[in-house]
């Protein structure tokens, strides 16, 4: 039977449908027909070839890494996934997405794990980790050809304040500013898909104590003291008409982002008719394994497709 997305954002609706375990437990149910393929239509695994440590740029005095991952057999530019990994923008490494990334190229896209600057001891504050993933984006446009994906065909995905900056990326126009200086100038650093996993979309709201000194520790100091920077960096604020179509997974018992921050986005999105859907697993944390876990990356890739795959 083929599918079809009618659910649209449904998050949107969550002053019309009452509470938001309800709104939640409708949106689940709305994301099994959302704008991923079919089952049963992913290509078959195909082989792969892996570039590692390749330098997009260099951020301050630190040399900006990037591994690669893409069809061998290539007859024409594919569309690229990059994957942007979380930990508070202070930690993490882009060698926990590194089998993701395989296993993207596997399912016929050019994909890349990227590294940013680490905000630590005062250093690398935010936007710094914003300014080196917008140079990521632009190095692989500008080198595009060579690197055999389509520069107008590139979709982002991230977990936790990986999923703030990539959505971020599908938000902000150049013209919006951080870009930085690290490489690759003149280039667009928008992405046209986004899927983002349990991100914080607006960084002005009530976090739990843990998270709130997450994000005080990587921007350099609490929201009373630097409102002008939390808004600045918060992704609902750029959200506009031609924003990239946005997949948000998010669980109802996270406890760093909460979740009503998922339905915000949304909110935001469908009033800028932006198409894309929102994902509530109910009762689920800041991050899940297993079959689900396996799932929502299928998901992913799904969702990659249908929006970067070219129409006949």
């Known amino acids: 039977m083929k599918r079809t997305n009618n659910c649209g954002w449904l998050a949107g609706m969550s002053g019309k449908l009452g509470s938001g375990i309800k709104v939640a437990a409708i949106a689940i149910l709305c994301a099994g027909m959302g704008a991923g393929t079919a089952r049963g239509e992913a290509p078959k695994p195909?082989?792969?070839?892996?570039?590692?440590?390749?330098?997009?740029?260099?951020?301050?005095?630190?040399?900006?890494?990037?591994?690669?991952?893409?069809?061998?057999?290539?007859a024409a530019p594919l569309p690229a996934v990059v994957f942007i990994h979380g930990g508070g923008w202070a930690g993490g490494n882009r060698k926990g997405h590194f089998e993701r990334m395989k296993r993207a190229a596997e399912a016929g896209f050019v994909s890349a794990t990227v590294s940013y600057r680490l905000a630590k001891e005062g250093k690398n504050l935010l936007p710094a980790q914003i300014e080196d993933s917008k140079c990521a984006i632009r190095f692989l446009r500008a080198n595009a050809k060579r690197l055999g994906l389509d520069p107008e065909r590139i979709g982002a995905v991230g977990d936790s304040a990986g999923g703030h900056l990539v959505m971020l990326l599908g938000t902000m126009e150049p013209a919006d500013g951080l870009e930085g200086n690290g490489g690759s100038p003149g280039v667009s650093s928008k992405v046209q898909a986004v899927v983002a996993y349990y991100g914080p979309t607006n960084l002005v709201r009530e976090f739990p104590a843990a998270a709130a000194g997450i994000i005080k520790n990587a921007v350099g100091g609490t929201l009373a003291e630097k409102r002008a920077e939390y808004e600045r960096i918060s992704p609902v604020k750029y959200v506009n008409a031609g924003d990239a179509p946005m997949l948000i997974f998010?669980?109802?018992?996270?406890?760093?982002?909460?979740?009503?921050?998922?339905?915000?986005?949304?909110?935001?999105?469908?009033?800028?008719?932006?198409?894309?859907?929102?994902?509530i697993l109910l009762g689920d944390q800041h991050g899940w394994g297993g079959e689900k876990l396996a799932r929502t990356e299928q998901a992913t890739l799904d969702f990659f497709r249908s929006v970067l795959t070219k129409k006949e």
């Open 46 to 74: 195909v082989e792969i070839e892996v570039l590692e440590n390749i330098e997009y740029g260099v951020g301050g005095e630190e040399k900006l890494m990037l591994d690669l991952a893409r069809p061998k057999e290539r």
């Open 250 to 279: 998010h669980g109802t018992k996270d406890q760093l982002v909460p979740y009503e921050q998922a339905f915000e986005m949304a909110t935001a999105l469908s009033q800028a008719g932006v198409p894309g859907r929102v994902e």
